[in-house]
C-alpha cells in the first residue's frame, strides 16, 4: 500500500517538476541560493553571538555594543529577506516570459515592475518590532497575474507596442497602483508575524489540535506562506508556558495544568531543524552520491542544526513540491506525536523553562525540562524517525540528482 502511494507521489511530482513555469521557478530558486546561504548564516550568526539576546552572549556574559538595538541585525537581515523574494520573482518574470513571447521582446519592464512590487509588498507587511512578514506564495501569485495580464496586452496588441513605448508605460503604472492599493488594504491577521493570543488559547492545550498545526505547518510553508515566529522561535510569553512556569515555582514537581501546549510539543519536538523536522533531511543529504547535492546538505546542516531550513526550501527545493511535502507532514506529526505521547506517560516533563535566543529545538528538551536526558532521548528519536520517513521519499530525486551530477 505505502510503495503504490510513493511511486503515485514520485509520479506526480516528476509531471510537476515538468511544467515549464515549475521549471523556470525552481531554476531561480537556486540562482539565488548564493544569496539564501548569506542570509542564512547572517542569521545564525546574529543569533548565535550578536544580538544581546544571543545564545553565546548569555553563556559568557559578553555584549557587543554595535548591536546593542536587535533593529539594526534585524534590519539587514529584513534587507535580505526581500531581496532573496525579489530576485525570485524578477528571474521568474525573466523566464516565464520568455518562453512566452518571440526572440525580439525585451521583457526589462514586466521585470523591473515585479522586482519592485516585492518591495511595495515587504514595506508594507513590516511590523511595528520590525520583523518581516513577507508570504512568497503570494509575491509569486500577484507576479504571475502581472505576467499574464502583460501577455494579454502583447496578444491585444498583436506583438506592435514598442517595449518602453506609452502603452507599456501606462500600463506599468495601471499595474503597480493596483498592486499597491491591494497591499495596503491587506489585513492585519496576514501581515502580522506573531499569534500569541491565539495560540494561547485553551483549544492549543491539547494534543489534536497540536497535531492540527504539525499538519497544517509543512503545507503553509510549502505554499510559501510565513509561519508564525510563536512557533519557530520558541517565544515563551504563551499562557500556557506562564501557566505551567507558575506551578513549577510554587512546588517543583507539581502537576503541570497544560503538559500539552505548542512549546512543549511543537517548538520542542516537531519543529526540529525547522518547518517539517527537516533535520533528518539535511543528513541524508551529506551523504548523497552527487556532489553538488552533498555541497547543499553541508550547507544546510548547521543552519538545521538550528532549526532553519530555508537552503532545503530553496536548494531542493522544498516550496511547491508534492515530493517533499508528504514527508515534511509525516516528520513533522510523528515529532507531535512522540512528544506528546512521551508527556502522557510521564516518561518526560513538558518543557517549562526560558532558553536563550538560537538555542537549538534539538537540545530544548534537555535544557528547559525537568527531565533532561529523557527529553534527549525523545529528540534523538524524533531526528532518527524523520530520516526514516525522508528516505523513501528522497532516494528517487537523489538517483536523479547524481545522474544530472
Same mark, same amino acid.
Given at each position: 500500500m505505502f510503495a503504490k502511494i510513493l511511486v503515485k507521489v514520485q509520479k506526480w511530482d516528476r509531471a510537476w517538476v515538468n511544467l515549464l513555469p515549475v521549471k523556470n521557478l525552481f531554476s531561480s530558486f537556486k540562482l539565488v541560493l548564493p544569496l539564501v546561504i548569506i542570509d542564512v548564516y547572517w542569521r545564525l550568526i546574529t543569533r548565535l553571538?550578536?544580538?544581546?539576546?544571543?545564545?553565546?552572549?548569555?553563556?559568557?556574559?559578553? @555584549?557587543?555594543?554595535?548591536?546593542?538595538? $536587535?533593529?539594526?541585525?534585524?534590519?539587514?537581515?529584513?534587507?535580505?529577506?526581500?531581496?532573496?523574494?525579489?530576485?525570485?520573482?524578477?528571474?521568474?518574470?525573466? @523566464?516565464?516570459?520568455?518562453?512566452?513571447? =518571440?526572440?525580439? %521582446?525585451?521583457?526589462?519592464?514586466?521585470?523591473?515592475?515585479n522586482f519592485g512590487l516585492v518591495l511595495v509588498q515587504t514595506f508594507s507587511t513590516v511590523s511595528s518590532q520590525g520583523q518581516l512578514t513577507i508570504h512568497l506564495g503570494l509575491s509569486l501569485l500577484v507576479a504571475y497575474l502581472i505576467n499574464l495580464s502583460y501577455l494579454g496586452l502583447t496578444k491585444i496588441? @498583436?506583438? %506592435?507596442?514598442?517595449?518602453?513605448?506609452?502603452?507599456?508605460?501606462?500600463?506599468?503604472?495601471?499595474?503597480?497602483?493596483?498592486?499597491?492599493?491591494?497591499? =495596503?488594504?491587506?489585513?492585519?491577521?496576514?501581515?502580522?508575524?506573531?499569534?500569541?493570543?491565539?495560540?494561547?488559547?485553551?483549544?492549543?492545550?491539547?494534543?489534536?489540535?497540536?497535531?492540527?498545526?504539525?499538519?497544517?505547518?509543512?503545507?503553509?510553508?510549502?505554499?510559501?506562506?510565513?509561519?508564525?515566529?510563536?512557533?519557530?522561535?520558541?517565544?515563551?510569553?504563551?499562557?500556557?508556558?506562564?501557566?505551567?512556569?507558575?506551578?513549577?515555582?510554587?512546588?517543583?514537581?507539581?502537576?503541570?495544568?497544560? $503538559?500539552?501546549?505548542?512549546?512543549?510539543?511543537?517548538?520542542?519536538?516537531?519543529?526540529?531543524?525547522?518547518?517539517?523536522?527537516?533535520?533528518?533531511?539535511?543528513?541524508?543529504?551529506?551523504?548523497?552520491k552527487a556532489k553538488k547535492t552533498r555541497r547543499l546538505g553541508l550547507w544546510a546542516l548547521l543552519p538545521a542544526l538550528f532549526d532553519s531550513n530555508r537552503i532545503l526550501a530553496y536548494g531542493l527545493p522544498l516550496f511547491f513540491r508534492p515530493l517533499t511535502l508528504v514527508p515534511m507532514i509525516l516528520s513533522s506529526l510523528w515529532g507531535a506525536t512522540a512528544a506528546g505521547l512521551a508527556i502522557k506517560l510521564n516518561f518526560i516533563r513538558p518543557v517549562v523553562f526560558s532558553t536563550p535566543n538560537g538555542t537549538p529545538h534539538l537540545l530544548l528538551g534537555f535544557l528547559a525540562s525537568q527531565t533532561p536526558w529523557r527529553s534527549l532521548i525523545v529528540s534523538l528519536l524524533v531526528v532518527a524517525g524523520s530520516i526514516a520517513i525522508y528516505w523513501p521519499f528522497v532516494k528517487d530525486m537523489l538517483v536523479e540528482e547524481e545522474e544530472n551530477d
Amino acid at each position: 500500500m505505502f510503495a503504490k502511494i510513493l511511486v503515485k507521489v514520485q509520479k506526480w511530482d516528476r509531471a510537476w517538476v515538468n511544467l515549464l513555469p515549475v521549471k523556470n521557478l525552481f531554476s531561480s530558486f537556486k540562482l539565488v541560493l548564493p544569496l539564501v546561504i548569506i542570509d542564512v548564516y547572517w542569521r545564525l550568526i546574529t543569533r548565535l553571538f550578536l544580538d544581546p539576546g544571543a545564545l553565546f552572549a548569555a553563556i559568557f556574559h559578553y @555584549k557587543v555594543h554595535v548591536f546593542n538595538s $536587535p533593529q539594526f541585525s534585524q534590519g539587514i537581515t529584513n534587507i535580505l529577506d526581500y531581496l532573496i523574494v525579489a530576485f525570485v520573482v524578477a528571474l521568474w518574470t525573466k @523566464k516565464y516570459l520568455t518562453a512566452h513571447l =518571440s526572440a525580439n %521582446r525585451d521583457t526589462i519592464l514586466p521585470v523591473t515592475v515585479n522586482f519592485g512590487l516585492v518591495l511595495v509588498q515587504t514595506f508594507s507587511t513590516v511590523s511595528s518590532q520590525g520583523q518581516l512578514t513577507i508570504h512568497l506564495g503570494l509575491s509569486l501569485l500577484v507576479a504571475y497575474l502581472i505576467n499574464l495580464s502583460y501577455l494579454g496586452l502583447t496578444k491585444i496588441s @498583436k506583438n %506592435r507596442l514598442q517595449d518602453m513605448g506609452f502603452a507599456y508605460l501606462v500600463w506599468a503604472a495601471i499595474i503597480s497602483v493596483a498592486v499597491t492599493v491591494f497591499y =495596503s488594504f491587506l489585513p492585519n491577521l496576514v501581515t502580522q508575524g506573531t499569534y500569541t493570543t491565539f495560540f494561547s488559547s485553551d483549544f492549543f492545550a491539547h494534543f489534536y489540535s497540536l497535531a492540527l498545526v504539525a499538519v497544517l505547518a509543512p503545507i503553509l510553508m510549502v505554499l510559501g506562506i510565513s509561519i508564525p515566529l510563536d512557533l519557530t522561535t520558541g517565544v515563551t510569553d504563551l499562557a500556557q508556558f506562564n501557566t505551567n512556569l507558575n506551578a513549577v515555582y510554587q512546588s517543583v514537581m507539581a502537576t503541570l495544568p497544560q $503538559p500539552q501546549n505548542p512549546y512543549s510539543v511543537l517548538t520542542a519536538a516537531a519543529l526540529i531543524g525547522g518547518v517539517g523536522a527537516t533535520l533528518g533531511l539535511a543528513l541524508l543529504l551529506i551523504f548523497a552520491k552527487a556532489k553538488k547535492t552533498r555541497r547543499l546538505g553541508l550547507w544546510a546542516l548547521l543552519p538545521a542544526l538550528f532549526d532553519s531550513n530555508r537552503i532545503l526550501a530553496y536548494g531542493l527545493p522544498l516550496f511547491f513540491r508534492p515530493l517533499t511535502l508528504v514527508p515534511m507532514i509525516l516528520s513533522s506529526l510523528w515529532g507531535a506525536t512522540a512528544a506528546g505521547l512521551a508527556i502522557k506517560l510521564n516518561f518526560i516533563r513538558p518543557v517549562v523553562f526560558s532558553t536563550p535566543n538560537g538555542t537549538p529545538h534539538l537540545l530544548l528538551g534537555f535544557l528547559a525540562s525537568q527531565t533532561p536526558w529523557r527529553s534527549l532521548i525523545v529528540s534523538l528519536l524524533v531526528v532518527a524517525g524523520s530520516i526514516a520517513i525522508y528516505w523513501p521519499f528522497v532516494k528517487d530525486m537523489l538517483v536523479e540528482e547524481e545522474e544530472n551530477d
